[in-house]
């Protein structure tokens, strides 16, 4: 009865190892599956990344240019002009490029032309921001 109760210590020690074995190649594997996929999502981000980069870029530029253009008088800004009772109100202002012609419009002055396209550029860099972290978010979840 010794050797029997022997031989089934010996299984059941046998049977424990290989179920260990079979655990930490399951565990190894899965921390494989896990890097590989670690390393996706980071190549994925950085994708991004550079792609909001560039859209923030251009941004910048593009506003660059809108503020030299303003601020060389090469570009003015106006507005539509109505008045309560609903006629034109002030007349059309006129350029050396022609007549403005529709509802009558009033040019703004150059720093308050400048003020409005900063606002517009803050807004901007905060949408393409935005969208950066909801891409960012969405990459995230979608890869649990």
Not at 62 to 87: E, H, I, K, M
Not at 89 to 98: D, E, H, I, Q
């Amino acid at each position: 009865m010794d050797a029997e109760w022997q031989a089934k210590n010996a299984e059941l020690a046998n049977a424990f190892q290989l179920e260990r074995e079979a655990a930490a190649v399951a565990a190894i594997d899965w921390q494989s599956a896990e890097q590989v996929r670690r390393r996706a999502l980071e190549e994925r981000l950085q994708a991004k990344d550079k792609t909001h980069f560039k859209e923030l870029h251009d941004a910048q530029q593009a506003q660059a240019r809108l503020r030299d253009r303003l601020a060389t008088s090469d570009l003015r800004l106006s507005v539509l002009l109505a008045t309560p009772s609903g006629d034109r109100g002030v007349p059309a202002t006129t350029s050396a490029g022609g007549l403005v012609h529709g509802a009558a419009r009033g040019e703004l002055d150059p720093a308050a032309a400048q003020r409005i396209v900063a606002i517009t550029d803050d807004g901007d860099q905060g949408l393409i921001a935005l969208k950066a972290c909801q891409s960012y978010v969405t990459e995230v979840l979608v890869t649990k």
